[in-house]
């Protein structure tokens, strides 16, 4: 009896428009090639309108899931057959997996950001002070929110954006949360025992500073960046230079990396593997 051969590979997808600066689709090849997982992970460029074509195409080609990124995280959620806890709450969507058939939207940064944050301290019961009301402010915010942190304030620029994150946290989550006007540099206050920038500033090309009182921030402080291009952000320098414990944007987008891999494939894959490749990427 002849021996069967298969080339078979499990598809995975990346949407988004602009795209092609997205690291992921290296990271995760990274950890399918060390684990020899059967799976390709492919990056494609999907402009708001094309997104309904581009979601039958991929059905009709069997693909396991996909990450969906800008402009896409909302807009998915119409054509899908459910939603995770978290991605319901958040009302967007990073990560889709199929089960059964079905596919179903999960989102994973805030995730990624928490399991990234568990190596340094137990956010429960903390006071915490987030910069930004965006997408990735709201993630974070909403598992914060969820894991038990004792108070929540959110600095952002625009109040529109700010109201509406806090009126979220406020309708789905039992957070106490605030909301301040940013103007200037803030001064954060000294019972914070985390800082989180979860807005764009600092983001390659324009590395620029948290407009933040340096000295407002205590060594008593865990000071944390989202921001992963580049790692060692202006605003984790000037928290590291006032003695605060700091972690950067890179364990977040390992961690969510990690989970969506083990949504699609059942596999934990090594993070070490995905970090490695991400510092090599922005080194
Ligand atoms: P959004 O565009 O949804 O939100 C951007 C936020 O930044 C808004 O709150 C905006 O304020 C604020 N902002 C931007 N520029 C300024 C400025 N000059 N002064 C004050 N506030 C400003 O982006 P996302 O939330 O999706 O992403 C934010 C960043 O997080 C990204 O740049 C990305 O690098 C990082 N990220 C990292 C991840 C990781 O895995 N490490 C995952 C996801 C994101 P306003 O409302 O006033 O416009």
Not at 55 to 63: T, V
Not at 66 to 88: Q, R, Y
Not at 152 to 176: A, H, Y
Not at 235 to 243: C, K, V, Y
């Amino acid at each position: 009896m002849s021996s069967e051969i298969s080339f078979k590979k499990e598809l995975i997808g990346n949407f988004g428009y602009p795209v092609w600066d997205n690291p992921t689709e290296a990271m995760v090849e990274a950890a399918f090639a060390h684990h020899n997982l059967k799976f390709r992970y492919v990056t494609t460029e999907v402009k708001a309108e094309n997104l309904k074509a581009a979601f039958e195409g991929l059905k009709a080609m069997g693909y396991k899931g996909f990450n969906c990124t800008i402009p896409h995280k909302v807009a998915i959620i119409d054509h899908l057959d459910g939603l995770g806890e978290s991605a319901s709450i958040m009302e967007a969507v990073n990560c889709v997996v199929e089960r059964d058939g079905k596919y179903i939207g999960e989102n994973t940064d805030g995730k990624g950001f928490m399991e990234s944050i568990r190596t340094v301290t137990d956010p429960a019961e903390k006071n915490v002070l987030i910069f930004g009301a965006g997408g990735a402010a709201r993630a974070v915010s909403v598992e914060l929110s969820l894991a038990g942190i004792n108070h929540l304030i959110i600095v952002n620029r625009s109040t529109n954006r700010g109201e509406g994150l806090v009126e979220l946290l406020r309708t789905k989550t039992n957070v106490d949360v605030e909301l301040i006007n940013w103007q200037g540099d803030y001064s954060v206050p000294a019972d914070r025992d985390i800082v989180i920038n979860c807005t764009s500033i600092g983001l390659s090309p324009d590395v620029i500073r948290v407009p933040v009182l340096k000295e407002s921030l205590q060594p008593s402080m865990i000071v944390c960046d989202l921001i992963v291009n580049p790692p060692h952000t202006p605003f984790l320098q000037e928290a590291e230079s006032q003695g605060c414990q700091i972690l950067d944007g890179v364990g977040m987008l390992v961690n969510q990396g990690r989970i969506g891999i083990k949504y699609w494939s059942g596999v934990d894959v090594d993070p070490e593997v995905m970090r490695k490749k991400i510092e090599e990427i922005y080194s």
